[in-house]
């Protein structure tokens, strides 16, 4: 990994340097700092995407405060019906995906992940928002991920991976996922039992596969059934990643 350009260097900033002890900050925290730092690519007009997840909430929350105070953005796309609620709610106007004139690129995007390896492949999903995600995320000049130091991995697959599927055929769906992946995938519930389904009015299936050892032959592999809508790899969409640890932020890129 290398600093990003234009980011300060070296990439790990002390907690001082920051203004706070970052040793005795909590999670929550850990992902303000992170959104926080994001904010510092954001410029005047840029066509913006807003992920989803509580990392990416986080950065609307900041970014909603630097548009009250002055900053104009340009178009704001999100990536999930909570993440478009958030973003009208501190101010930020969204533009609809559903227009046949919606916008088809971004300057920059942010969103959080659930895993992230050294090459900056990442497992996102964990908020069943992994399709319209990694739409906006193809759409980005630039794909920026922010996370508190934990969602950093050695190998991807610690964390189960999502794949969003279509309802009809699940049986089949399903049963051709665990022969791609060699696991039983577990359709997601909520707590009170009933599926959980997306924005999209899909399901969701999570692979507990442990250490994923190819990710793009399992990539590969998951997008060649026809019940499956996407997957949560991304394996070369991200540019740069924030991470905010105990030792303060780390800006990395591939």
Same mark, same amino acid.
């Given at each position: 990994m290398q600093s990003v350009d234009g980011w300060p260097s070296p990439v790990a900033q002390s907690g001082s340097e920051l203004g706070a002890d970052?040793?005795?900050?909590?999670? $929550? @925290? %850990?992902? &303000?700092?992170?959104?926080? =730092?994001a904010l510092e690519l954001v410029e005047p007009g840029m066509a913006?995407?807003?992920?989803?997840?509580?990392?990416?909430?986080?950065?609307v929350e900041a970014l909603a405060e630097r548009v009250a105070g002055g900053l104009t953005v340009g178009v704001c796309v999100v990536t999930s019906r909570a993440t478009g609620a958030a973003a009208v709610k501190g101010?930020?106007?969204?533009?609809?995906?559903?227009?046949?004139d919606a916008p088809t690129r971004l300057d920059l995007v942010v969103d959080?992940?659930?895993?992230?390896?050294?090459?900056?492949?990442?497992i996102k999903g964990g908020? $069943? @928002? %992994?399709? &319209?995600?990694?739409?906006? =995320?193809?759409?980005?000049?630039r794909f920026i991920v922010i996370a508190d130091a934990s969602k950093r991995v050695a190998q991807l697959g610690a964390?189960?991976?999502?794949?969003?599927?279509?309802?009809?055929?699940?049986?089949?769906?399903?049963?051709?996922?665990?022969?791609?992946?060699?696991?039983?995938?577990?359709?997601?519930?909520?707590?009170?039992?009933?599926?959980?389904?997306?924005?999209?009015?899909?399901l969701v299936a999570d692979l507990s596969i442990g250490a994923i050892e190819d990710p793009s032959t399992l990539s590969a592999r998951l997008s060649a059934i026809p019940g499956v809508v996407e997957h949560g790899l991304f394996l070369d969409e991200a540019k740069g990643?924030?991470?905010?640890?105990?030792?303060g932020i780390s800006r990395l890129t591939a």
């Open positions: 970052m040793a005795t900050k909590d999670v $929550a @925290a %850990l992902k &303000r700092d992170a959104a926080q =730092a913006l995407g807003l992920g989803s997840g509580s990392t990416a909430l986080a950065f101010g930020i106007e969204v533009v609809d995906m559903m227009r046949d959080g992940a659930d895993e992230i390896d050294p090459a900056l492949r990442l908020g $069943a @928002a %992994l399709l &319209r995600e990694k739409v906006v =995320a193809q759409m980005a000049d964390f189960p991976l999502p794949v969003e599927i279509i309802p009809f055929g699940r049986a089949v769906t399903l049963s051709r996922l665990a022969d791609a992946a060699g696991v039983t995938p577990v359709l997601r519930t909520r707590a009170g039992g009933d599926l959980v389904q997306t924005d999209n009015g899909n990643a924030i991470i905010a640890g105990d030792d």
